[in-house]
């Protein structure tokens, strides 16, 4: 496989923009907390390789089961999830300061999820009437 010039246009500019923001994180010590940061960093990692990675790989292997639409409905709760979480936990909020996550994000993410798989029910609905005509 041969890489062609905006491959590696994008490869120069992410390493760019990573070096850029790695420097950032230690010249601006007193305010990013590199030391949190690292260990943040390699909790994500862990999280990810050892309960995010082998969940998702067993929910697309029982997902094939259901068909392609019930599985891109499972991905997109699980990725909306992800996401919201930090939100609906609150990290950030500060009592001193309540324009901060002023939103009840608990909510809106079961909105959101409600959307998502309304539109997966819709979806099969629409499949099976097809099928059965």
Do not use: K
Not at 8 to 36: K, S, Y
Not at 56 to 63: E, H, P, S, T
């Amino acid at each position: 496989m041969t890489y062609g010039p905006r491959f590696w246009i994008g490869v120069v500019l992410g390493w760019c923009v990573m070096t850029f923001g790695i420097i950032g994180l230690f010249v601006e010590a007193e305010r990013t907390h590199p030391d949190q940061w690292v260990r943040w960093f390699i909790g994500a990692a862990l999280v990810h390789d050892l309960l995010v990675a082998p969940i998702v790989f067993l929910v697309g292997r029982f997902a094939d089961r259901w068909g392609s639409v019930v599985r891109n409905g499972v991905v997109a709760s699980a990725i909306l999830t992800l996401v919201a979480y930090p939100l609906v936990r609150g990290y950030g909020r500060n009592p001193m300061n309540p324009t901060i996550l002023p939103s009840n994000y608990a909510l809106n993410l079961v909105v959101v999820l409600g959307v998502v798989w309304s539109v997966v029910g819709v979806t099969l609905l629409v499949a099976s009437l097809q099928r059965q005509r």
